[in-house]
């Protein structure tokens, strides 16, 4: 991760709850982005909040920003090479503070086609695991797991909705801004 690509993220995301673009609903937020560089400060943020077991899912259209998320999520990691998306080789490992194991299951049939690697040996690593079209992981979400649905709104524009689904995500945004501002 570059330092100023890494200032670029945190200034970014800075400017999103500066702006009240990212809206508390509880434990849950909305975010609305305007363009690619505020969805990935927003992985950013996320990465930024990620703990040892976290799991990344990320649900939406092609095209809606899954894999700038998790971009910016591998940039607060510690991820030296950018993060593209695993498409034909359903899974990535890449090193960082954590491990980060990036899977994209947009061609996978069905679960079978998972059985190529032993997931739960990859979700019980003590790694950060992003999973876009997450619909074959399992039919209850892993621990550690939070969901982000991601809406394509105008052609630059995108909705984030943050599900929590894991208690150890509370508290991500105050989290990632403290990280982010040490």
Same mark, same amino acid.
């Given at each position: 991760?570059?330092?100023?690509?890494?200032?670029g993220l945190?200034?970014?995301l800075?400017r999103?709850?500066?702006?009240g673009r990212?809206?508390p609903?509880g434990?849950?937020?909305?975010v609305?982005?305007?363009?690619p560089?505020?969805?990935?400060?927003?992985g950013f943020?996320?990465?930024l909040?990620?703990?040892?077991?976290?799991?990344?899912?990320l649900?939406?259209?092609?095209?809606s920003?899954?894999?700038a %998320?998790? =971009?910016?999520a591998?940039?607060? %990691?510690?991820?030296?090479?950018?993060?593209?998306?695993p498409?034909?080789?359903l899974?990535?490992?890449s090193a960082?503070?954590?491990?980060v194991?990036?899977?994209d299951?947009?061609?996978?049939?069905g679960?079978?086609?998972l059985?190529?690697?032993?997931?739960v040996?990859v979700?019980?690593?003590?790694?950060?695991?992003?999973?876009e079209?997450?619909?074959?992981?399992?039919a209850?979400?892993p621990?550690?797991?939070?969901?982000?649905? %991601?809406?394509?709104?105008?052609?630059a524009? =995108?909705?984030?909705?943050?599900?929590i689904l894991d208690p150890?995500?509370?508290?991500? %945004?105050?989290?990632?801004?403290?990280n982010a501002a040490a």
């Amino acid at each position: 991760m570059s330092a100023p690509e890494a200032e670029g993220l945190r200034a970014s995301l800075e400017r999103l709850v500066a702006e009240g673009r990212v809206v508390p609903a509880g434990a849950d937020a909305e975010v609305r982005t305007g363009c690619p560089r505020e969805t990935e400060a927003v992985g950013f943020g996320l990465g930024l909040g990620a703990f040892p077991g976290a799991v990344l899912l990320l649900e939406g259209p092609l095209g809606s920003g899954k894999t700038a %998320l998790a =971009r910016g999520a591998g940039v607060a %990691l510690g991820v030296r090479d950018p993060l593209t998306s695993p498409t034909f080789t359903l899974l990535s490992e890449s090193a960082g503070r954590l491990p980060v194991f990036h899977l994209d299951l947009y061609r996978v049939a069905g679960p079978e086609e998972l059985r190529a690697f032993d997931l739960v040996e990859v979700l019980e690593s003590g790694g950060v695991t992003i999973v876009e079209w997450p619909r074959w992981l399992l039919a209850e979400p892993p621990g550690g797991a939070l969901r982000v649905d %991601l809406a394509v709104l105008t052609p630059a524009e =995108r909705r984030l909705q943050v599900r929590i689904l894991d208690p150890r995500w509370e508290g991500w %945004l105050a989290r990632a801004r403290r990280n982010a501002a040490a």
